[in-house]
């Protein structure tokens, strides 16, 4: 049987850009619109050569009640007819996202495709089938270009992305709405309009109803050349992206949940590649990050610049904050640091114990020596006279005015200082653990100094080794 052409197209365009391969199970998200009821009459005239197994997914977001309820009741129709699995839900969104004082179109997207990616695990499927096309493309670039855009917001949506090991495939990503109404028509297919595509309430809507036609004035065919944009963007993008990752590999370092680049190497980088590399690393701290401001990045970049003062420090959005430390750049999760004083407990062993995953990639091991007289081997680690130490002891992180009884000097001296002296990073101090007893006396700042409290001698009966690692 000879397929229609449009067919025939939707076949090309999944060869060349392999939106799925022979055998393979793919859910359909069918809303019972023109758009998503000619996908999957395309996709049932393609399923036997393809070895193509679909299966129907279909939400009804509880908006509109009566249309809502024809949509499903058609969905279902034509599905059995097809000879197709149908899986449908009903949801109760309007009372709580007027609840939850949540956006209308983010909530319903984000249960949408909740639901679409439990019926693609439920039947096994590879694939799940949206029906945007090419007019859809257009608006979407609109929308980010007047919202402010980069090339990943131009290059608009893709043909094929992962999500949870599932691949979503918009294969009319390149057909324009006409053509699919008039391939209804042809075919014979039944659909719903939905009255909510009126409604100049969406910004969509309005760019659909009113921007694009007057722009239209001076580019007849403003869709098509946008939906060309997203494709010289998505292009660009990717191979943007490709060359950001290679050097993100090359040049950033990762230690103790921070991620580091010299200020030079960065600011050698273009400004383009400059802006992607600070992006992917937001990327790797949070999944809030995803949407920060250009002024944000814009901020960091400049950071690393000649000009720039030698130690800085600002907080983005997600949680991350950033620093200058000299010639270094550094970047790392604030939630992942000490809370300012907070403690944790050392309980003196019976025989040994060990104190792991604290903030920084610190731990701690106790023990108690087999004589007196052995002496602690590196600054990492310290031997107490443990009948002079107040229990329990405790780590944390450095407080305002912190001071210790340093051995060898008289008086004290400000933690502060102490760590000014050894050259220890600004966003390595809020992770640097102190070493206190039950009375609050600082005894041991790993790797710096201890106090002259409970020294170990050749009279003390028991003494308490206390080791401290940075991995």
């Not at 076949?11 to 391969?21: C, N, Q, T």
């Not at 599905?79 to 699995?85: D, I, R």
Request: aromatic fraction near 6%; charge should be neutral.
């Amino acid at each position: 049987m000879l397929l229609h052409p449009l067919v025939q197209e939707l076949a090309r365009e999944a060869a060349s850009r392999r939106l799925w391969r022979p055998g393979d199970r793919v859910v359909v998200a069918v809303s019972g619109g023109p758009d998503s009821m000619a996908l999957l009459h395309m996709l049932h005239s393609l399923s036997r050569e393809q070895r193509l197994t679909l299966v129907v997914g279909h939400v009804n977001h509880g908006f509109r009640v009566e249309e809502s309820a024809r949509e499903l009741e058609l969905v279902r129709a034509y599905s059995e007819a097809l000879g197709l699995a149908c899986e449908t839900v009903t949801l109760e969104l309007a009372a709580y996202i007027v609840e939850n004082r949540l956006n209308l179109q983010s909530t319903a997207r984000e249960e949408r495709y909740r639901f679409l990616l439990e019926t693609a695990a439920l039947h096994g499927a590879e694939r799940i089938a949206l029906a945007h096309h090419a007019d859809d493309q257009a608006e979407t670039v609109l929308m980010r270009l007047l919202r402010g855009s980069g090339l990943t917001g131009l290059s608009g949506m893709s043909s094929i992305r992962s999500q949870k090991n599932v691949q979503l495939i918009r294969p009319l990503l390149r057909m324009n709405k006409s053509d699919l109404l008039r391939y209804c028509e042809e075919q014979a297919i039944p659909y719903c309009a939905d009255s909510s595509n009126q409604e100049r309430y969406y910004l969509r809507n309005t760019i659909r109803l009113d921007v694009i036609p007057y722009l239209s004035q001076f580019n007849p065919q403003l869709p098509v050349t946008l939906q060309r944009l997203a494709e010289v963007a998505g292009a660009e993008d990717d191979f943007m992206a490709r060359q950001a990752s290679e050097l993100f590999d090359r040049l950033v370092t990762r230690k103790d949940g921070q991620f580091a680049i010299s200020c030079a190497e960065l600011r050698g980088l273009h400004v383009a590649l400059q802006r992607r590399l600070i992006k992917l690393i937001l990327s790797y701290l949070s999944q809030e990050t995803e949407n920060v401001s250009y002024s944000s990045v814009e901020t960091m970049r400049l950071a690393a610049s000649q000009e720039a003062p030698a130690t800085w420090r600002m907080d983005a959005s997600g949680g991350v904050r950033c620093v200058r430390e000299y010639e270094t750049m550094r970047w790392f999760d604030i939630s992942a640091s000490w809370s300012a004083g907070k403690p944790f407990d050392l309980l003196v062993p019976e025989g040994t114990e060990a104190l792991c995953g604290l903030p920084g990639g610190w731990s701690f091991r106790l023990d108690w020596l087999d004589g007196a007289g052995e002496k602690p081997h590196s600054r990492m680690e310290a031997c107490f006279d443990a009948d002079g130490l107040s229990y329990p002891l405790h780590v944390r992180s450095r407080l305002p005015g912190d001071r210790i009884q340093v051995l060898g000097l008289n008086g004290s001296k400000k933690v502060q200082d102490m760590f000014v002296d050894e050259k220890i990073p600004p966003s390595r101090r809020e992770q640097y653990p102190l070493l206190c007893d039950a009375d609050g006396r600082l005894l041991w700042i790993p790797g710096i100094r201890r106090s002259s409290h409970a020294l170990a001698g050749s009279d003390s009966r028991r003494v308490l080794r206390i080791a401290a690692r940075n991995e």
